[in-house]
Every structure is written in structure tokens, then in C-alpha cells.
């Protein structure tokens, strides 16, 4: 096997030999220093997303594409990979992508710094998607970028238009639904509401020709000429009329139900796009949307991108003259995989430096091989955890093996038994494969994979997932991991190894011996972890609170368990129950006395109340706990068993109804363990300005379009001269003092600090 001390990347189509002795560099430090200083580092832990680029390399001899947090991604860990940035898919010069210019036209970007990072999250779910996305991925995928000027109503507005068109608004039911409505006289059209085009007994549209396919919704379209004139923005040639459409129109881009609204929103669709205009909304494309060379089809064969936003810009600026004049967007600036690397045979790294060394075995020996030499030595894969604790935490690592490229840490397989994960296996992949043996698996063998499948929406955001893996998140043994409560709860088993020491098994409930130590020794390391399947009437679920839904940490979380059979009596009993518990202890515990207690009761009122009190012996949370909220956690601990307790009840019931008739239907909602959340949708509405005079008017603000691209320049992109001066104010503790000397010898010995 070949050993390299030369790593390589391709950078937007340029290919990159990485400098030598920089292990601790990180990705985003690497770019901006090349000058790619359009990816921004605001959070620096993986959490607003400001630094987000696309990853693209081949796995399993498929290409892979995926948004990342370059804040957090090793630059070694980069070989052999081709890395996308905001610079790379379009700019000011040769054209914006159409999501650069639907970003920028739908008054998505105020101050700007998130701004490429929402570009570039929003572009790798396009490229790494083979058809259209859904509204509800889209959104889903956002969760890892966070605004706090802008506001997401314009930014999920300006991506809505990449969404497929759910078949649904093409039925007869709904045409037929539509026409009823607007027999009856409403006067405004609500989100969903279906167009007035009719369809044949098959149920397929049957094109008016008078009535033409919007191309700001993708869908037939019975607005027509009528809405040009009668909407105040179409005379104005304005490139933002976007503005005065309501947030939730929805794809189909018709205004909720109003009265007596703003005049945009009349019946007919508010996009001037209709009947020849173009306002630069791309269409819903539906049956999926590609890119095509000249801009962005609506899956009906229609250009409703480029043209638009060129016709856009242009009308913008004839009235404003604010606007920069747009170039048309080509596929050809479309950054593709480079040919080398589809070739590349990925190489041993060792590459050695002053602060620290990188190795990249790629087989199991080689790893435990490592491990046994550098006790010291830190495992990495993600780097999600250990790129924080080295930037806050300050900790520093003399040497890193990276287990990313072993196959056996890498291989996910199903037994008889169960699912068992390589720890090297993202999240995301875990996640795919979870969905993909609900649906193809029995129900009640799956029901630790639905339960772990629903939870890690809320694990973090989707650039995090994209990397962290499943064995960062166990070895880490955080007390409120999201996934160590249901390894825990369901029988799970991590498998371990070491050179000379061979493989050990540990369950699950048995690895996690205090805070942040695991029942692991320094020369092993995790290769596996084993989900068994569930059996008839087991029923599993996991809880996390946290103070907001997406992408945030545990307050406390819980994973419980439980295997039911009907006793002779009719009644239901307690067979097997295993309950853990995150963010009330050290480590994530299980809660004996409760399971004690569980074993052999009848589902009833008495034992809901006695696992209730039984939890509060088996959560003991002092008041000088780390994190406090002591008596919320408590409470916390008796909401998800009493959430639990409700869904076995209802579970028992569906299945022989009448045999756990405990709760009112209407409280059904309490025992849903992550809530559906619809999609956000907002609305604004102001007042035209009447006139050509600028202020008042709707026009994109005139460094949109350098924002989008990531070409505007913040303070934090402008490089220091050489030799610059770096200053700090220093405090003096005397009032009134002179200043005799400086003692500098202590400032003069600390290093360049590589980390900052
Ligand atoms: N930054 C963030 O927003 C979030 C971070 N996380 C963290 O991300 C981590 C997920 O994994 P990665 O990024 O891949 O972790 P990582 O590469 O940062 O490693 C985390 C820890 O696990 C150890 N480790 C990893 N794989 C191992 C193996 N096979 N055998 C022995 N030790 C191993 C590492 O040495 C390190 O101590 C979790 O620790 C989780 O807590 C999770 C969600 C959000
Ligand atoms: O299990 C986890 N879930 C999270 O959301 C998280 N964030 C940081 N570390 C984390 N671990």
C-alpha cells in the first residue's frame, strides 16, 4: 500500500497540493487563508452554519456530495476529495447560480455573513439529490444555518421554488375542489389550493391553451394576462416583486385566503411571471428539476430561471439603477468532479509537524497497529467533538489517527439478530439505512430503528451529521448523548479491540463507567456497535428536551423499552422494560428501581403512578449538579415515562382495541415523541409606494449579489499587512499610575497559536 506525505484536493475545479505540517489546520483556516474568504467563521462548533462548503468523493465507488461545517473539518482529512465553495458555483463576474440569484432576488440576505453558508446548504441538497427535493427536506436542511438579521421567511422563500410540486395539487379531486371554491365567490386563494386547469378521466392535466404553465409555479395556471395588469408591481418593472407575494403562498405561489388584501393578492396568481413576465420565481418543478445549461427548468421544459433573473436585473435597474447588471448563469461554471480523483487510489498519510501529525491508516491493523504505538495518540473521524475542545477547550493533540478510511468501521450489515454499524458510519448514512429497513422490514421488528430514525432529525444539523459518526458519539460518552440512552434501553452491544488484547463485547448499559470514561482501554478502539431487532410487542421510544427542537443539545433525553405480552386474564404485563436516562447524572444512567418495579405489572393507572414516584428514586440530581435546572430535569424524567407509559397504552390498544383503554383519545398528541412540525410560513405586507422614486419600493439592496457569492468583504477577510502590530488593551490595576516600563519577554515567547 502506498504511503503519501503529499495529500491532494481539488478546490472549485483547481487542484490543490495541501501544505505540509499543518494536522491541526483546519479546512476553513486553509481557505480563507488561500483567499476563499467568502466561507465565514462564525460559531466555530458546527453550529450556525456560516462555514458551510460541499464535500464531494467517492464512496463505495459512488459519488458522494454533502454540506459540512469547514470550521470543524480537518484540512488532512480532506485528501483526495474535491471541496466546493460559495466562490465556486458562481459570482458577480460570470453569473450567479440560480440559488445565488433566488437568494439575492427574494431579499434573502441582509447583513450577509450567513449568507454563503445558507447558499451552500441549500446547493449540496440539490447536487446530492437525485430528484427534487421536498418543501419539508429543504427546510430540514436548514436547520444547521442559523440568521439573525435577514429572517428565514425570505430565505425559505427564495428556496421554496427548488421544491417538488406534490402530485396531489394535479389530481381531479383537488381541480374539481378548486373550481367548486371558486364558484362559491372567495376572493383570495389559500395556500394549497390547486389551480383551475381540468383533467381527463386518468386524472392527467389536459392543457387549456389559454390557460399557459405559470412559470412562477410550474403548474397550470389560469391567472393569464388579467394578473399583469392588475398587479401594481408588474408596470413597475421591479425585480422584487417577490417580496409582495405572502410567505406561505406556498409553491404554487397564490396568496392565502385575504379579504379586502393588498392588491397582490387577488385571486389570480400574484407572479408577474404569468402571461410572459418573468419576475425571476422559478417554478415548483414539478416531476423534479434539473439544471440545465442556461438556468433552471420547471420539469415542463420551460427556462425560468436565467432569463428571468436577467430580465429581472435589468428592470431593476432601469428603475432604481441600483442593480448590478447580472450575467446569465451557465452549466459550465457547474464545478463537476475532477477525473483525477475518480481514479485516485486513496494513499497511507503520515505527515508529520511541528505541532502535530496526521496518520490515515486504511486497514484494521494498521489502525490498532497505530493505536498501540501513540497511546497518546487521538482518533478522529468527524472531528466534531475534538475540533471544539482544541478551539475552546484549548486542548492540543501531538498526534491524530483518523479512522475514516478502515472498512471494517466503515460496513453496516443486517443478521438475524439485528443491524450492526461500523463506528465509522455517519450519521447520516445510519440514518438512510435505518429508513430503508423501517420500510422494508415487519413493523414490530423495527421499532428501535423508527425510534432512532425519528430522534436524529434533532441530532444536530445536517453539516454535522454529514461527518460525525457513530462511534465519535459513543466514545465521546456525553451524559446527554442523543443515541447512548437507546443503545442502552434496546440491548444494544459495542464491540471493541485492541492489538494483543483481541475483541471484546460490552453491552450497551454496561460501557459508560463515569463521566466521559468508557470501559475501553488506551490501545483499543470501538470497531462495531449491534441494534438487535424488536420482537412482537416490544415497544421503543427516545425523548429529548432541549431549549429548542433543531439542532441543539440535550437538556435531558431518555431512551425506554419495554416488551408486553397479554396475560391469561386479558390483561397486559410488564415481560422485559429497560429504561435510560440522559443529562440527569454524570452519564447517561438506566433507572433500576423503575425497571424492578415494571417487571410483571399490569399497564394500569397504579403503575403509571408508582413508575412515576419509582423514577424519583432512581434520579438523584444534587443541587450543585453541572447545568442546574435541577427540578426540571426531575420533571423531565416523570414526562418522558408518563409520554411513554401513554404510547404503549395507545400501541395496546390499536392492537386489540378496548385491552388498554387508559387514556381519553384526545390526549393521544402527549404520547408522540417528536411532534410533526409543519412547515414554517410567514407573511409581510406593506404598502406600495406609488411612483418611480426608490425609497419605499421593494428593490434588492445592492450588495445582495456580492453576498450570495461570498465576493463582499467583511473585516474579518481583509488580510493583516505583514509585520502588523496586533494590540490588546491591557488594564491597569492603579488608578492614576505612570507607566515606568513594559515587560514584553512573556508575550514575546508565545507562539503563533496555530488555532486561531
Ligand atoms: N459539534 C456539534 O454540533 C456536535 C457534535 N457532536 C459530537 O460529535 C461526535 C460525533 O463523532 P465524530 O465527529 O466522528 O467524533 P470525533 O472525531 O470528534 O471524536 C470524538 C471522540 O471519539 C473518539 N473516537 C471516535 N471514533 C472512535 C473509535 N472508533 N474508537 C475509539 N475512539 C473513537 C475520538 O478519539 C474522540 O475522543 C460526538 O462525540 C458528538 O458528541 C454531536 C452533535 C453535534
Ligand atoms: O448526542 C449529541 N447530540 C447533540 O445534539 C450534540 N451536540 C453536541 N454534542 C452532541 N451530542
Not at 410540486?165 to 394549497?192: F, L
Not at 502535530?356 to 472531528?383: D, S
Not at 471494517?408 to 438475524?416: G, Q, T
Not at 449538579?625 to 395496546?652: C, I, K, Q, T
Request: hydrophobic share 35%.
Amino acid at each position: 500500500m502506498a504511503t503519501s506525505s503529499t495529500p491532494i484536493c481539488y478546490i472549485n475545479g483547481k487542484r490543490k497540493v495541501l501544505p505540509p505540517g499543518r494536522a491541526e489546520t483546519t479546512l476553513l483556516q486553509y481557505l480563507r487563508e488561500i483567499g476563499l474568504t467568502g466561507t465565514k467563521l462564525g460559531c466555530g462548533e458546527g453550529g450556525c452554519g456560516a462555514c458551510t462548503v460541499m464535500l464531494s468523493n467517492i464512496e463505495n465507488g459512488q459519488l458522494q456530495h454533502r454540506s459540512v461545517n469547514a470550521c470543524l473539518c480537518p484540512l488532512y482529512s480532506i485528501d483526495g476529495m474535491h471541496v466546493v465553495t460559495v466562490e465556486g458555483i458562481g459570482n458577480s463576474r460570470d453569473g450567479l447560480h440560480p440559488v445565488q440569484e433566488r437568494l439575492a432576488n427574494s431579499h434573502g440576505s441582509q447583513c450577509g455573513f450567513c449568507t454563503p453558508g445558507f447558499v451552500m446548504s441549500m446547493y449540496s441538497l440539490l447536487r446530492s439529490k437525485a430528484g427534487a427535493p421536498s418543501e419539508q427536506e429543504i427546510q430540514e436542511n436548514l436547520a444547521g444555518n442559523l440568521c439573525r438579521c435577514t429572517g428565514y421567511r425570505p430565505i425559505l422563500d427564495a428556496f421554496r421554488v427548488f421544491a417538488e410540486v406534490p402530485a396531489g395539487a394535479y389530481t381531479e379531486e383537488s381541480i374539481a375542489a378548486h373550481s367548486q371554491w371558486k364558484a362559491g365567490g372567495n376572493n383570495a386563494v389559500g395556500p394549497t389550493q390547486p389551480t383551475g386547469c381540468p383533467a381527463d378521466s386518468s386524472g392527467t392535466i389536459k392543457l387549456n391553451p389559454s390557460k399557459a404553465i405559470c412559470p412562477s409555479t410550474g403548474r397550470p395556471c389560469d391567472c393569464g394576462a388579467a394578473s399583469q395588469s392588475d398587479s401594481p408591481t408588474s408596470t413597475s418593472g421591479s425585480s422584487d416583486d417577490m417580496s409582495l407575494k405572502p410567505a406561505n403562498s406556498h409553491a404554487n405561489g397564490h396568496a392565502p385566503a385575504q379579504t379586502g388584501g393588498h392588491a397582490s393578492m387577488d385571486e389570480s396568481c400574484t407572479s408577474k411571471a404569468c402571461g410572459g413576465h418573468s419576475n425571476g420565481e422559478a417554478g415548483g418543478a414539478a416531476g423534479g428539476k434539473k439544471f440545465a445549461s442556461g438556468g433552471l427548468t420547471n420539469g415542463l421544459g420551460m427556462d425560468v430561471l436565467s432569463d428571468s433573473g436577467v430580465k429581472k436585473a435589468e428592470g431593476a435597474a432601469a428603475v432604481g439603477k441600483a442593480q448590478p447588471k447580472q450575467q446569465r448563469w451557465t452549466s459550465a461554471t457547474e464545478p463537476i468532479f475532477p477525473a483525477e480523483l475518480r481514479k485516485r487510489v486513496a494513499p497511507i498519510l503520515h505527515l508529520p509537524g511541528p505541532y502535530a501529525t496526521w496518520h490515515r491508516p486504511l486497514t484494521l491493523n494498521g489502525l490498532l497497529t497505530l493505536r498501540e504505538q501513540y497511546p497518546e495518540g487521538k482518533i478522529v473521524v468527524g472531528n466534531t467533538e475534538i475540533g471544539i475542545e482544541m478551539k475552546y477547550g484549548r486542548k492540543t493533540y501531538p498526534i491524530f489517527i483518523a479512522a475514516t478510511h478502515i472498512p471494517e468501521l466503515n460496513h453496516m450489515e443486517v443478521d438475524a439478530d439485528g443491524l450492526t454499524v461500523g463506528a465509522a458510519v455517519t450519521l447520516t448514512r445510519l440514518m438512510r439505512t435505518l429508513k430503508q429497513l423501517v420500510a422494508d422490514m415487519p413493523k414490530h421488528q423495527t421499532r428501535t430503528f423508527q425510534a432512532m430514525g425519528e430522534q436524529m432529525k434533532y441530532f444536530a444539523g445536517n453539516q454535522i451529521r454529514n461527518t460525525a459518526s457513530v462511534g465519535g458519539n459513543i466514545c465521546n460518552a456525553s451524559p446527554i448523548s442523543d443515541l447512548n440512552p437507546i443503545y442502552m434501553s434496546t440491548g444494544s452491544v459495542f464491540t471493541v479491540q485492541g492489538e494483543g488484547t483481541g475483541v471484546r463485547k460490552i453491552a450497551a448499559k454496561d460501557f459508560f463507567v463515569s463521566y466521559r470514561k468508557v470501559d475501553m482501554q488506551p490501545h483499543e478502539v470501538l470497531l462495531n456497535v449491534h441494534i438487535p431487532f424488536t420482537k412482537q410487542h416490544d415497544f421503543v421510544r427516545e425523548y429529548k428536551q432541549a431549549h429548542r427542537r433543531d439542532d441543539d443539545i440535550a437538556i435531558a433525553n431518555a431512551g425506554m423499552r419495554v416488551r408486553m405480552e397479554m396475560a391469561t386474564d386479558g390483561e397486559w404485563k410488564v415481560a422485559e422494560a429497560e429504561m435510560a436516562l440522559g443529562g440527569v447524572a454524570p452519564k447517561t444512567i438506566m433507572a433500576p428501581l423503575t425497571m424492578d418495579l415494571l417487571q410483571g405489572r399490569v399497564w394500569n393507572k397504579e403503575t403509571l403512578h408508582a413508575g412515576i414516584a419509582s423514577l424519583a428514586q432512581d434520579v438523584y440530581i444534587n443541587s450543585q449538579s453541572p447545568g442546574g435546572m435541577v427540578e426540571f430535569r426531575r420533571a423531565m424524567a416523570a414526562s418522558f415515562f408518563f409520554r411513554f407509559f401513554m404510547h404503549v397504552a395507545f400501541e395496546l390498544d390499536a392492537f386489540k382495541p378496548g385491552s388498554c383503554n387508559l387514556f381519553p383519545k384526545n390526549y393521544r398528541s402527549g404520547a408522540i415523541a417528536h411532534p410533526h412540525k409543519p412547515l414554517s410560513t410567514g407573511m409581510q405586507y406593506f404598502s406600495k409606494v406609488p411612483g418611480d422614486r426608490v425609497i419605499g419600493q421593494p428593490y434588492r439592496h445592492a450588495a445582495a449579489h456580492v453576498q450570495v457569492t461570498g465576493e463582499a468583504h467583511y473585516t474579518d477577510d481583509i488580510p493583516l499587512p505583514g509585520n502588523a502590530l496586533r494590540a490588546a488593551l491591557v488594564y491597569s490595576d492603579r488608578p492614576h499610575a505612570k507607566l515606568l516600563s513594559i515587560d514584553a519577554s512573556s508575550a514575546l515567547e508565545v507562539r503563533k497559536d496555530p488555532l486561531s
